[in-house]
């Protein structure tokens, strides 16, 4: 049963990256995408303005993803598999939204908001999980799944 689990909650991950990641961008949006494969990851990625999209995937050891995102209609979608784990975004704003995907160890997921209909999604599986979120604002919705 536990394997069933652990395969359905990776589907769901896997699921939600996909649908964040497809959701259509506005003309003018900058994005940032970073893959990163192997041992001792990092990632810090700061954007200012409208429609700004970070799309960070890690798998080995080190793993750490920081996103700092201002404005309106933002996106920052992680998907870390390895050890090491971490993904501490902020956001500032209306309309953002956050998705975590975390398999394997240590996990971790802090993610403020501040702003109005901002969203979060928080997949975690595998050993340490812990998932911190603040929201501050109205119409705010967050989803953590955690195994």
Known sequence: ??????????STALALAIALFTLPAEAGSNRVKVDQWGHNHST???QTGHHQQVSVTQRGRGNL????????????VVGQVGCGNIADTAQSGRRNIVGVSQIGCRNDATVTQTG???AVGVIQTGSG???????HGSGNVVLIIQD
């Open 44 to 46: 810090a990625v700061g």
């Open 129 to 135: 999980n812990t998932a911190n979120t603040t929201q």
């Open 65 to 76: 993803s920081l996103s700092t995102q201002d404005g309106a209609r933002n996106r920052v």
């Open 116 to 118: 109005q209909r901002n």
């Open 1 to 10: 049963m536990r394997l069933a689990v652990s395969t359905s909650l990776t």
